[in-house]
């Protein structure tokens, strides 16, 4: 058996509790260990359970995980967005080449159709992330058919500006 427990140990257990202080820091301030400090807690009525503070503290946690995943998937929509915007600009190209390394380049009006794959590749896994980091609350499905009519309204027309009169749609036989 070890040393026997003072009074002065136990009054010192009580005030370094009461200034929060952790089991095994009172142990190795007291020089005691852990399971002694736990015991004479226990016998003045006192826990170091610290659950509610860890509940507390977790909540907080997953509070800012939350908002900083919610900033996240809106800096991915924006990546998205400016992805799909240079589809439709005009694209600098430059190159070096030659044995004097010269460069040139040159402007083309829109970017050529294996960038524009890349950039779409780009924005698609932008958006899928950002979906994944924050998933839509609820699907309203005339909300969500409207935007995609929309956008698909609106694509024709980009389509129909730059190339002419749209290919008739050849599902329904039409």
């Known amino acids: ?3 026997p427990i003072t009074d002065t140990e136990r009054r010192a257990v009580r005030r370094h509790h009461a200034a929060n202080m ?3 820091d009172i142990a190795r301030k ?3 260990s852990p399971s002694t400090i736990t015991g004479i807690a226990r016998d003045l009525g006192l826990s170091f359970d610290r659950a509610a503070e860890v509940a507390t503290a977790t909540a907080a946690r997953t509070a ?3 908002a900083r995943r919610t900033a996240l ?3 991915l929509q924006d990546v998205a967005e400016r992805e799909i915007g240079r589809m439709t600009r005009p694209q600098l190209y430059f190159e070096w080449g030659g044995k004097n390394h010269t460069y040139a380049e040159r402007t083309q009006p829109e970017p050529t159709p294996a960038d524009r794959r890349t950039m779409m590749a780009t924005a698609g896994a932008a958006i899928d992330r950002s979906l ?3 998933p839509p609350k609820a ?3 005339g909300e969500s058919r409207s935007i995609i009519g929309d956008l698909i309204s609106g694509l024709r027309r980009d389509y129909v500006a730059r190339h002419g009169e749209a290919e008739q749609d050849t599902e329904d036989g039409e």
Request: aromatic share 0%; charged share 30%.
């Open 22 to 24: 952790t089991r095994n």
């Open 64 to 66: 800012d995980l939350a």
């Open 73 to 75: 998937a809106a800096t």
């Open 132 to 134: 994944k980091l924050v």
């Open 1 to 3: 058996m070890g040393r």
């Open 139 to 141: 699907d309203h499905g």
């Open 30 to 32: 007291l020089g005691r």
